[in-house]
């Protein structure tokens, strides 16, 4: 029977969900109403609504769970945020991965401890916490951005949720294609996740860097993109066949015997594909059904569209973040423009 090493050290960002509150860490405070306020607690703080208020000071130093009155007497519950709170109310610059699709992605991804994972683009770090949490301490999580305000958003959130840059986390700019024979050797990468508008582009380095059985997640938003993703995987060569879902999250009303569906719900998010590396010079088992003629779309001349028709982030409905948004997202996080290299780490090392 083996016991703990009572001189080992905690897992990180352990020590910050436990005990009692403290200065600069996030709560979650839930009114009578069940509508949930997210504040950083600030020895000299106040939570401000149009009925009264509430001092930060009464909260630190408390126990996780305690109802507080503001100087008005409504009363609130102080819980500490979990991960998919937390990832819904951090500050952010691109639209985060939601709870649902990391959790599935984790998941069906078989992401283990002491894995070597690599995902890009990272946008504000939401898929990020949650991959971090499943390799762990001993694994290493390469997150590779294109955008440096995108990765200075994302370097902050992973930082406050961890308490501090997390051992485990190297964050590089640049291209997937470009960054990845740099951050790791031909078959070292057990898990490849891709959130991008174009991931098909990716497939040949995904494959040098994936070691035989490795599992690809992509993370699609459209079914035109489901569609090419699917054929340009099948006929790489080197990869299973794909597997797409998606997942739809309808929550239900509990109230005495009134129990029933919520009339909103978390519906369409984005598909998920998982495909697995063949071993080298192995053939995938040939496909009893093929696409019909015809299964891609044309120009209007008749020849194949080109992607460049196809694939534009105009075609694809992706709105511009503005600038604006970038500069809140920084403030919030008290993040100062830099330039983190074309690819450096970006640990906060």
């Not at 009114?31 to 607690?41: C, F, N, Q, S, Y």
């Not at 590396?277 to 299964?295: F, N, T, Y």
Request: with cysteine; aromatic share 6%.
């Amino acid at each position: 029977m083996t016991t703990h090493d009572a001189a080992a050290p905690a897992p990180t960002g352990a020590a910050q969900r436990r005990g009692p509150f403290r200065a600069g860490e996030r709560v979650q405070l839930t009114d009578p109403k069940g509508r949930l306020h997210t504040i950083t607690l600030q020895p000299d703080g106040n939570f401000h609504t149009h009925r009264g208020y509430l001092r930060h000071s009464e909260l630190i130093g408390a126990s996780e769970g305690v109802v507080v009155q503001n100087t008005s007497g409504i009363e609130y519950l102080a819980l500490r945020p979990l991960l998919a709170d937390h990832v819904l109310s951090m500050p952010r610059g691109a639209a985060v991965v939601y709870p649902k699709d990391a959790g599935q992605i984790v998941t069906m991804g078989d992401v283990f401890p002491g894995a070597t994972v690599v995902e890009a683009g990272v946008g504000s770090g939401g898929l990020t916490l949650s991959l971090l949490r499943a390799v762990g301490d001993a694994g290493r999580l390469v997150s590779i951005e294109r955008r440096e305000d995108f990765a200075a958003i994302a370097r902050g959130n992973v930082e406050s949720f961890f308490g501090g840059p997390h051992p485990a986390w190297d964050l590089r700019l640049g291209d997937l294609a470009d960054v990845l024979p740099t951050a790791a050797g031909p078959g070292e990468v057990d898990r490849v996740v891709l959130d991008m508008l174009a991931p098909w582009e990716n497939l040949d380095v995904v494959a040098d860097a994936l070691a035989p059985g490795g599992v690809l997640v992509c993370y699609v938003a459209t079914t035109t993109q489901l569609s090419r993703l699917a054929e340009d995987v099948r006929s790489d060569g080197r990869y299973t066949e794909p597997e797409a879902w998606e997942s739809m999250v309808r929550g239900w009303h509990l109230e005495g015997l009134a129990v029933r569906p919520q009339h909103r719900m978390i519906g369409h998010t984005g598909f998920l594909l998982t495909t697995r590396r063949l071993a080298d010079g192995v053939e995938p088992p040939h496909r009893k059904r093929r696409p019909a003629k015809g299964s891609y779309p044309v120009a209007e001349d008749g020849a194949p569209a080109t992607d460049t028709e196809l694939w534009s982030p105009e075609a694809m409905g992706e709105r511009e973040t503005s600038a604006k948004k970038i500069r809140r997202a920084r403030r919030e996080l008290h993040v100062a423009p830099e330039d983190l290299g074309p690819q450096g780490p970006a640990t906060g090392e």
